[in-house]
C-alpha cells in the first residue's frame, strides 16, 4: 500500500494499491489538472531530487521545495514563548528538517490556510510526535488522507497557542483561515496563505476564489474577508510564497486593497 502524491498540487492520499483515478482537488474549478494528464508520485520519489530549503524572510523563518515543485507555496514558522506551529505545509520532510525545526524550540502544531496546501500533513505531523493539524470544519470535505492528528475546528476564530489565533475568513474556500500572530516588541504578523495574496508591488493584496484560473471573488466575500480581520491590529502580512510579504503597516494595505478590488468589480 502506497501514500501517493498528486504531482499538479502535491497533496498525498490515503494509502491505495494503486494510484486514485483522479486528484479531487486539481478536478475542482478552483485549480487545474496538469496538461499532460493526472500524474502521482511518492514522498520517497520526491525526495531523490528535490530538497527542502530553509530561509529566514525578514525574521520570519520560512520552508520551501526546491526545485520548485506542484503549487510551490512555502510554510512558515511562527516561533512564541508557548511553543511554535507550522503555517501551511509543504510536500516533503526529512530528518534534516526535523532537526533544523526542532533546534528552534518545540513544535506544537500545524495550521492549514485552505485545501491546496495539505500536502503531506500527516507525514510532518507524524515527523514530530503526531502533533494536532488545525483545519477548519468547512473544509472537511478536502482532506484526502484522514488521520487522528487532524483537528477540524469550528466558528470564527481559534486560540491555538496563547499569541496564536485562526481566523475564518471563507473566500477561496469556505473554511479559508488565516493566523494572527501577536510578537512582542515586533509588529504583530497576519500569516495568510492565499486568502489573502500579496501581490508583487508588496504594497497591497488580492483575493481570489481561483488563482490558476484567474476568477475573482465577489464583493460579499471580500467584505466578510475585511469584517473576519477588522478588530485584529497586525503590521506585516506574510503571503504564500517567497519573499511575498508587506512589512510595514499591513492593516492599512490590506484596508486600501479591499477598496480597490471592491472599486473594480463593481457595477
Given at each position: 500500500?502506497?501514500?501517493?502524491?498528486?504531482?499538479?498540487?502535491?497533496?498525498?492520499?490515503?494509502?491505495?494499491?494503486?494510484?486514485?483515478?483522479?486528484?479531487?482537488?486539481?478536478?475542482?474549478?478552483?485549480?487545474?489538472?496538469?496538461?499532460a494528464g493526472q500524474d502521482w508520485t511518492t514522498l520517497e520519489e520526491l525526495g531523490r531530487d528535490h530538497k527542502v530549503i530553509i530561509k529566514d524572510e525578514d525574521g520570519v523563518l520560512s520552508i520551501g521545495v526546491e526545485p520548485h515543485f506542484a503549487i510551490g507555496q512555502r510554510a512558515l514558522l511562527a516561533e512564541t514563548p508557548a511553543g511554535n506551529v507550522l503555517w501551511d505545509c509543504v510536500s516533503l520532510v526529512n530528518d534534516e528538517t526535523v532537526a533544523a525545526l526542532k533546534a528552534r524550540g518545540e513544535l506544537k502544531a500545524i495550521g492549514i490556510s485552505h485545501p491546496h496546501y495539505y500536502s503531506v500533513i500527516v507525514e510532518w505531523s507524524r515527523a514530530f510526535g503526531g502533533i494536532p493539524i488545525y483545519i477548519h470544519a468547512d473544509d472537511r470535505k478536502w482532506v484526502t488522507r484522514p488521520d487522528p492528528a487532524i483537528v477540524f475546528w469550528e466558528g470564527e476564530t481559534k486560540s491555538i497557542l496563547p499569541d496564536l489565533t485562526l481566523i475564518r475568513c471563507?473566500?477561496?474556500?469556505?473554511?479559508?483561515?488565516?493566523?494572527?500572530?501577536?510578537?512582542?516588541?515586533?509588529?504583530?504578523?497576519?500569516?495568510?496563505?492565499?486568502?489573502?495574496?500579496v501581490v508583487m508591488d508588496r504594497k497591497h493584496v488580492s483575493f481570489m476564489y481561483s488563482y490558476p484560473n484567474t476568477w475573482p471573488l465577489n464583493a460579499r466575500a471580500i467584505k466578510r474577508i475585511a469584517r473576519a480581520?477588522?478588530?485584529?491590529?497586525?503590521?506585516?502580512?506574510?503571503?504564500?510564497?517567497?519573499?511575498m510579504r508587506i512589512l510595514e503597516d499591513g492593516k492599512g494595505a490590506v484596508a486600501r486593497s479591499v477598496e480597490r478590488y471592491l472599486k473594480a468589480i463593481a457595477d
Open positions: 500500500m502506497t501514500h501517493f502524491m498528486c504531482r499538479q498540487c502535491g497533496v498525498q492520499y490515503a494509502a491505495s494499491d494503486a494510484p486514485p483515478k483522479s486528484c479531487v482537488i486539481c478536478e475542482d474549478e478552483r485549480q487545474y489538472v496538469r496538461w471563507g473566500g477561496h474556500f469556505e473554511g479559508g483561515t488565516v493566523c494572527h500572530w501577536k510578537r512582542g516588541g515586533k509588529p504583530n504578523v497576519l500569516l495568510a496563505g492565499d486568502i489573502l495574496q480581520l477588522e478588530s485584529h491590529d497586525y503590521g506585516q502580512v506574510y503571503s504564500a510564497f517567497w519573499n
